[in-house]
């Protein structure tokens, strides 16, 4: 029991590790957003709906009782609506913003009012907040695929950033093997397009870096 407890406490703190750490990479466009005093190359979309799925899985951790949950998407939560905020500030159209936002909220506060007032089953409510939690999660992890597919055409890894790629990698890896640990599919399931998508990205730095190096030969003297 002690050497099970132990190994939860240490998989439970690798996700919170980890998952932290992905989120902190958004950091780096705040800090650009602030010093170049625009939204330039920085993409508002994954803020918003990062946010959406922070939100929605801390409602699940909270109806399951899972302190690991709730830490790191309150957390999560609370970092994507800092950098929202910021984004809003320098956005020079923040109608588009706005209506986006408002869009996305009044589906989650929908979504929240069918689960609490309309399923009054707890275990009912918990099977379907997981369910759209798990849709939304794997969502997130295959929209990149069509610039995947645009990486593959160029054949330079430019568009793609490799401490996101790695944090991406050890957070999808670790959850899975927490929800693995729980017996809960809801967790484990949705996070293994994650490490997959991972994968493919390390095999395309490495394959695209090798060709470059190859394009690219030492002059012989």
């Not at 690798?14 to 010093?35: E, I, K, N, P």
């Not at 589906?107 to 275990?123: D, N, Q, R, S, T």
Request: net charge positive.
């Amino acid at each position: 029991m002690e050497a099970g407890g132990a190994a939860d406490s240490l998989l439970s703190g690798a996700c919170v590790l980890f998952t932290l750490a992905m989120y902190s990479t958004g950091l780096s466009d705040l800090r650009q957003m602030r010093t170049t005093r625009s939204v330039d190359s920085v993409q508002f979309l994954p803020f918003l709906t990062t946010d959406i799925n922070n939100l929605s899985w801390m409602s699940y951790g909270a109806l399951k009782g899972d302190g690991t949950l709730i830490f790191v998407n309150a957390t999560g939560a609370v970092l994507q609506t800092a950098y929202i905020l910021v984004y809003l500030h320098y956005c020079p159209r923040k109608r588009p913003v706005l209506l986006q936002t408002a869009t996305l909220l009044g589906v989650l506060l929908l979504g929240f009012g069918y689960f609490w007032l309309l399923v009054p089953k707890l275990e009912a409510r918990l099977r379907q907040l997981g369910l759209f939690c798990s849709i939304f999660t794997i969502s997130m992890y295959l929209s990149p695929l069509a610039d995947l597919a645009k990486i593959i055409q160029t054949r330079s890894t430019q568009r793609l950033s490799f401490p996101l790629t790695i944090a991406t990698l050890l957070t999808s890896a670790s959850w899975t093997l927490y929800g693995f640990r729980l017996g809960d599919p809801y967790i484990m399931v949705p996070n293994l397009p994650g490490v997959l998508t991972s994968v493919i990205r390390l095999w395309l730095f490495w394959k695209y870096s090798r060709e470059q190096d190859r394009s690219h030969p030492l002059l012989q003297t």
